[in-house]
Structures are given as C-alpha cells and as structure tokens.
C-alpha cells in the first residue's frame, strides 16, 4: 500500500491542523491506519489509530479528547484532526497503513505497520 500525506505546518498554541493521507487500493476490506509522530531526539510514538473493521479507534493519553482520526474509504483518505494543540505536539508526524490486518483492532504499535508516508511537519508555537 502506497501512502501519501498532505497538510501540517505552523500553527499557534490553542490552534487546529488537520492531517491526510491518501492510500493506495486495499487488497482486503480489514486494514488499519495510523498516525504516528516523531519529535527530535525522542522515538516515534503513536498517537491514534483507526480499523476498518466498525472504525473502532484508539487513542495516545497525550492526545485524547484533543485528535480525532477518521477515514474515507470510498476516497481511500484519512484524516488527523488536531484541536488545542501544544508545543509539546511538535513533531514530524507520519501516516501508516497495514493490510489484511486480521487482529480488526486499531493498533499504535510501530511495528505493525509495513507501509508509511513520508512525514509532515508539525510546529506549535508557544
């Protein structure tokens, strides 16, 4: 699956961004998405995660009640809405997607992802 990702940039504490990743056709109708950032010096974290199976959803504590991840699958695009947000949410955030995904949970664990986007900034200013 091929991931592509749009959106991020500057933004100001308290402020909104919204996120998308466009993803190539899946071979089965159970996949999962997620949303992952990276900030400097730290290890990527995962931050919210969407199943297709009901869209059943999960959430980082740092992020909860704040992000929200949604899908469209006829369009095969995702979303990251990010409310309130923090310096602390500074980071490099990436998309990723995995196929024929059989737990049909939503999952933030790296190494469950084969396929990634390439990154998009994210910077709050204080």
């Known amino acids: 699956v091929q991931v592509a990702q749009s959106g991020g940039g500057l933004v100001q504490a308290g402020g909104s961004l919204r996120l998308s990743c466009t993803t190539t056709r899946f071979i089965s109708e159970d996949f999962a998405i997620g949303w992952f950032r990276q900030a400097p010096g730290k290890a990527r974290e995962g931050v919210a995660s969407i199943s297709s199976r009901n869209g059943d959803t999960l959430y980082a504590a740092a992020v909860k009640g704040r992000f929200t991840v949604s899908s469209d699958n006829a369009k095969g695009t995702h979303y990251l809405q990010m409310n309130d947000l923090k310096p602390e949410d500074t980071a490099v955030y990436y998309c990723?997607?995995?196929?024929?995904?059989?737990?049909?949970?939503?999952?933030?664990?790296?190494?469950?992802?084969?396929?990634w986007g390439q990154g998009t900034q994210v910077t709050v200013s204080s």
């Open positions: 990723a997607a995995v196929d024929i995904w059989y737990r049909l949970i939503p999952t933030l664990h790296v190494y469950d992802y084969p396929d």
